[in-house]
């Protein structure tokens, strides 16, 4: 079974920076693309960020490019998300996912989730 488990989150200020892990176990890491999701409080689960198994593709919601960047550490299980120039509309409840490798973008490409850790940016 996949376990999933997010860290990092908090409340920082307009401007700030916050790194989250999503530290993944069981079925083997590495062969899985991996994603971060967000939701905020009355609206939908939206995409945020993707990277495939090898680490070597990544992808972005246009609403982060630039301010937020996705790696991975095969050896550690672990997925990050580092968040720079956090705004107060990126408050949010972020999930990291596994892939199923039929695509990035869609919560349809993802099978297994976290249990998310909230992000508060006040401003």
């Known amino acids: 079974q996949v376990r999933l488990v997010e860290s990092g989150g908090g409340l920082v200020q307009a401007g700030g920076s916050l790194r989250l892990s999503c530290a993944a176990s069981g079925q083997s890491f590495s062969n899985y693309p991996m994603g971060w999701f967000r939701q905020a409080p009355g609206k939908e689960r939206e995409f945020v960020a993707a990277?495939?198994?090898?680490?070597?593709?990544?992808y972005y919601a246009d609403s982060v490019k630039g301010r937020f960047t996705i790696s991975r550490d095969n050896a550690k299980n672990t997925v990050y998300l580092q968040m720079s120039s956090l705004k107060p509309e990126d408050t949010a409840v972020y999930s990291c996912?596994?892939?199923?490798?039929?695509?990035?973008?869609?919560?349809?490409?993802?099978?297994?989730w976290g249990q998310g850790t909230q992000v508060t940016v006040s401003s």
């Open positions: 996912a596994r892939g199923r490798g039929t695509g990035y973008y869609s919560s349809r490409d993802y099978n297994f």
């Open positions: 990277i495939s198994w090898s680490g070597g593709s990544t």
